[in-house]
């Protein structure tokens, strides 16, 4: 799973008064040609389209087509202008004036008139978004903006309520239209809006296909200039393999992520292109805490020293990648080095088990007062790749080592889902974040993110990491939050809500024919609309 959850690249910036000078539309004329298709290959299916709702990476690169923030960030990791032509920063850090472009328009709806952008548009995003109505895991993100005013059309005032490190990247959230949501105080997933969302992004939704395949087309009056493309198709896989096999036969023209074991075989094609990208992520084993036997440390601790994680990274992803110790993304400057990975000790396991009161049944099982420690591990995409398949059935060998029966359910992704985040129907699972900054995991970790469509899904809650958190987002200064930070990783490392695996490297893979290519390491298609594919390959 993707995304799940994600924060910004750290880019700190001197909060004085700052004005920057207007953008100019990038120019299309510049000797690319117009026109193609591009079909890419996703690894399951969107839930939403909408950016507000989306909590998961196929959403989220979607959703990066079709809208904008107000800031964006360039090729360079440089904060640069988008909705806002430019801004200014009081002296004490806690009042951004954003002076809008007057030139963008929503993208219209059948038989509708454009509509021009505006500062209600801005005003509209903030209320909904942080509406108590409204299920997102944005409220968390963005709790330090504490009201934002409209002072003209094409002016809006942001007072925060306290300074914030790196305020400025944040405001890279997506803005919606006032008159896109049905309801115009809350956004639910009932909305026909996260459906069938509208933008001021370089592309537009055309329409979802029965296969759920999800086609936009180019927004011919994009502010930055007409993108190169004509189309974009999403297609969804529920196999990895047989997606490479789709890029290998001409069907898709691009992997977003490619399995690891088939990097091999495309590195030997000529036709295609091998990009890595850095994208700050991890996978883990999620337990659900709302199951008393979870609610025990030492049992998860235990099944974390069952797992031997660097067999399995070995055998199924062919070594490309890093084990990891705890919840920051490896590389980002918050990862605390000395803490040391849980080794491979099923003894440890064992031993752990027994101080937690379980003594072995006739039958292997581990039992407490008469309970067998039986838990079902369910794992996102019905038919599911390889790799997973292969990561999901040696945990159970090595659990049942120890004495821990594991029922696997393979589940269809928006079942999953469902089960996972709304009812909580589940003891363990198999999943990955992705992290667009490492620095903030208040959403993953805070008793406050706990409940429906929350991504404190295991219901992990524990005062200390709470008051490490609040203290963290508080504090202007980056060392000391560095300090926080490595505190509250070895904190989180013990307590072993997740047990964590590894960071895998990252491939796209695509067609040559595909031209100017430049990816987002979060976001993917931040540079999309400069991408193009010559006239002559273009079908």
């Known amino acids: 799973m993707k995304r799940l959850a994600g924060v910004l690249f750290l880019i700190v910036l001197i909060t004085l008064v700052v004005i920057v000078p ?31 709702t989306s909590n998961d990476m196929i959403s989220l690169r979607i959703t990066e087509l079709i809208f904008n923030g107000l800031v964006g960030i360039n090729e360079r990791q440089e904060i640069v202008p988008e909705l806002a032509e430019r801004w200014e920063i009081s002296n004490d850090g806690r009042t951004y004036t954003f002076y809008l472009r007057s030139d963008v328009t929503w993208h219209p709806r059948e038989d509708e008139e454009l509509r021009p952008f505006t500062a209600d548009d801005v005003v509209f995003t903030y209320n909904i978004m942080t509406h108590p109505k409204t299920i997102t895991s944005l409220k968390v993100r963005y709790e330090f903006i504490g009201g934002v005013t409209k002072l003209d059309d094409y002016t809006v005032e942001c007072k925060l ?7 400025l990247a944040k405001f890279s959230f997506k803005i919606i239209p006032q008159h896109g949501p049905s309801t115009p105080e809350y956004l639910t997933r009932e909305d026909p809006f996260v459906h069938k969302p509208i933008g001021t992004g370089p592309y537009m939704l055309k329409n979802l296909t029965a296969d759920r395949e999800v086609v936009l087309v180019a927004n011919e009056n994009y502010f ?48 295609f292109v091998l990009q890595p990208y850095n994208a700050l992520s991890y996978s883990f084993f999620g337990y659900n805490m709302r199951n008393p036997l979870l609610a025990d440390k030492r049992v998860r601790k235990a099944i974390g020293y069952a797992v031997n994680r660097q067999e399995m990274l070995d055998a199924f992803f062919n070594a490309q ?15 605390n080095l000395d803490v040391r990975p849980l080794p491979y ?68 992704w928006l079942s999953w889902k469902e089960s996972v985040f709304l009812k909580h129907d589940y003891d363990i699972i198999f999943a990955s974040w992705v992290f667009d900054d490492s620095a903030d995991i208040s959403s993953l970790f805070h008793s406050a993110e706990i409940g429906p469509w929350k991504n404190n899904f295991g219901a992990y809650s524990n005062p200390e990491v709470d008051s490490l958190i609040v203290e963290s987002k508080l504090t202007l200064d980056h060392e000391k939050r560095r300090t926080i930070n490595r505190k509250l990783h070895a904190l989180i490392a013990e307590e072993s809500p997740y047990t964590f695996l590894w960071t895998l490297t990252n491939y796209a893979a695509y067609n040559k024919k595909l031209r100017h290519v430049a990816i987002h390491p979060y976001k993917f298609f931040s540079f999309a609309d400069h991408w193009f594919i010559p006239e002559e390959e273009q079908k």
């Open 321 to 335: 990648g890093t084990i990891i110790s705890g919840p920051f993304a490896p590389g980002s400057w918050a990862y």
């Open 345 to 412: 000790d099923p003894q440890k396991a064992r031993d752990l088990l027994q101080e937690a009161g379980f003594v072995q049944g006739t039958d292997g099982i581990m039992e407490q007062n008469g309970e067998k420690l039986s838990l079902t591990l369910k794992v996102p995409i019905e038919k599911e790749n390889e790799a997973v398949k292969r990561v999901v059935l040696a945990f159970k060998s090595y659990l049942k080592k120890i004495g821990v029966d594991i029922k696997v359910e393979f589940k269809e």
């Open 224 to 271: 930055n200039g007409r993108p190169h493309v004509d189309k974009f198709v999403a297609k969804p896989f529920a196999d990895q393999n047989i997606m490479t096999q789709a890029l290998m036969f001409n069907a898709i023209d691009m992997v977003v992520l490619v399995n690891p074991r088939n990097i091999p075989e495309l590195q030997g094609d000529k036709r």
């Open 22 to 52: 207007p953008s100019e539309a990038a120019p299309k004329n510049n000797g690319k040609s117009d026109g193609g298709t591009l079909n890419y290959g996703e690894y399951g299916r969107p839930a939403t389209l909408d950016p507000i």
């Open 161 to 167: 309520k306290r300074p914030v490190l790196n305020a």
